[in-house]
């Protein structure tokens, strides 16, 4: 018992305790510590009220798909939106890399017609709305961003009025749809990867460990029918909250459901301290990683999971680790520092604007309007190849990809080609 209930009190502790001695320990423990912190998710800069080119590129198809007239062989604004300046040092760090992926991808890519400029945010949805109104000014045919959700919902009404779609660099699949699409890599995406490989291997029920929070909800309220579609049952279902006492509390519950139901699987959708945590307290409980696969979405691509003996062996699915790699080397070298992880987002994005208009040249359709954006087409992106889909949202090339004590180990690798519906 000792070995087992070690790894929990690391989480959660900062110096070495005494050596414990048995399960009323745990009580004692979660007196004295503290609630887990853990944490939630060529081109032209325009700032407020700075000057504006001239309207070259016009504007494209809402979302009723009727197009303004759009010549992809003149110059073509495309407005990039991103909280440059946002008083959260983490948002802002992310919104500056993802401008510069973006600005990498325009070097790489972009067809030299086309012009990327950059409006900030500031972080806030008013900012974004003056970011929007902004770029339609300026004659934009497509926005990629912004950052966060609310904003995106924000810009929407602005830009389905000037005929404009938007590529949001969210991963809130509630914001697709209309004249929005998500870039961000997506649960319902990654479950579906993840539970067609287990039931491929012969696991037909998996158990969903998962915070109570907006994610780990969104999680839930998809696992049923993603389940369902590739033939793999989901539950019990284990929701907590992402604290000492909330995790250990429904693990002891969560840990004899996942017992009694024969489960063959348990997937634990949470990251750093939580995720082991959580791990550690189901296998002092008896889910043995022996009998019960541990499972996971991209938020466990992080080296520290190896720490967790429970976890390792575990599989997750993320993008191509060589690919994700040679990203990160590239931006390394060009900017002097490692990307932030929304960073490849904003390669993608403008990867994804790149092909269109390409396309549009050669065809002489529209680039940036409904048809062309749903199309299917497979882009290949910063980390892999992605498709946009007709409900707003996006599917992505995954490898399946397990827990080990050196480098994680690609099991499953990810397909050459995006997947389709």
Request: with cysteine.
């Amino acid at each position: 018992m000792v070995q087992r209930t070690a790894p929990v009190i690391r989480h959660f502790l900062q110096r070495p305790r005494p050596a414990i001695r048995g399960r009323g320990i745990l009580g004692r423990i979660a007196a004295m510590c503290a609630i887990v912190a853990i944490a939630a998710c060529s081109s032209q800069t325009a700032g407020r009220g700075g000057a504006a080119d001239p309207a070259t590129g016009g504007n494209t198809a809402g979302a009723t798909g009727t197009a303004a007239t759009v010549d992809p062989n003149a110059p073509v604004i495309v407005a990039l939106l991103a909280p440059t300046t946002a008083s959260s040092g983490g948002a802002r760090r992310a919104a500056q890399d993802l401008v510069a992926a973006a600005q990498m991808a325009r070097s790489d890519l972009a067809p030299a017609n086309m012009v990327m400029k950059v409006y900030d945010t500031r972080g806030t949805d008013a900012g974004a709305v003056e970011a929007a109104e902004h770029a339609v000014r300026d004659g934009a045919a497509l926005m990629l961003g912004p950052l966060f959700a609310r904003s995106a919902q924000a810009v929407k009404p602005i830009a389905r009025a000037a005929g404009l779609n938007v590529m949001a660099f969210s991963n809130d699949s509630t914001v697709a749809g209309d004249n929005i699409w998500v870039l961000g890599q997506l649960p319902g995406d990654e479950m579906r990867r993840l539970l067609a490989y287990a039931g491929s291997r012969g696991i037909g029920s998996v158990a969903l460990a998962y915070p109570t929070d907006r994610y780990g909800n969104q999680v839930a309220s998809l696992a049923p029918e993603v389940g369902r579609d590739v033939g793999v049952g989901v539950g019990p279902f284990i929701g907590y909250e992402r604290s000492f006492n909330g995790i250990e509390t429904a693990s002891q519950d969560g840990a004899r459901a996942v017992r009694d139901s024969g489960a063959g699987g348990v997937l634990i959708a949470d990251a750093g301290d939580a995720l082991r945590s959580m791990a550690a307290f189901l296998s002092y409980y008896d889910v043995s990683p022996r009998q019960v696969q541990y499972m996971g979405l991209s938020r466990w691509a992080d080296p520290k999971n190896a720490t967790e003996r429970t976890l390792r062996g575990g599989w997750y699915v993320a993008p191509d680790p060589a690919l994700r790699s040679s990203f990160g080397q590239r931006f390394a070298s060009q900017m002097g520092r490692q990307p932030a992880p929304l960073a490849a987002i904003g390669y993608d994005a403008v990867a994804a604007a790149s092909s269109l208009l390409r396309s549009a040249q050669a065809s002489g359709d529209q680039p940036f309007d409904r048809r062309a954006i749903a199309g299917g087409v497979s882009v290949r992106g910063a980390q892999g190849p992605f498709r946009l889909t007709a409900d707003g949202l996006n599917q992505r090339s995954l490898a399946v990809i397990t827990v080990s004590d050196g480098v994680d180990e690609v099991i499953d690798p990810a397909p050459s080609g995006a997947p389709s519906s």
